[in-house]
């Protein structure tokens, strides 16, 4: 049986860390990162891009800077560099594809 909501959490964590990537070194507030998520997603909300982003922020791949005015700045720590570059193995939780380039 295919898990929908699994398949989808682990996307959008992927899709993130692409995202704040792109976004090196300055980072990014999570409202472009939600657009982002949008365009795979258009469902999306500002909610479950929250839980995503802690969740990699646990996992020491996204700081994730909780500022007072209720928004949230992010950028990649060294380890997600690396996860999203391939230069290290990824575990799961991360719907990151396999490498079609050598």
Do not use: H
Not at 75 to 97: K, N, Q
């Amino acid at each position: 049986m295919v898990d929908a909501a699994k398949i989808r959490r682990e996307s959008l964590r992927w899709l993130i860390l692409l995202t704040l990537n792109n976004a090196r070194p300055i980072g990014a507030f999570e409202g472009p990162i939600l657009s982002v998520a949008q365009s795979e997603y258009p469902d999306a909300t500002a909610l479950e891009m929250r839980r995503e982003l802690d969740y990699l922020d646990d996992r020491k791949l996204v700081e994730v800077e909780k500022r007072p005015d209720g928004r949230w700045f992010c950028g990649l720590t060294r380890y997600g560099v690396d996860l999203a570059e391939y230069t290290v193995a990824c575990e799961p939780g991360i719907a990151r594809p396999e490498k079609y380039w050598s």
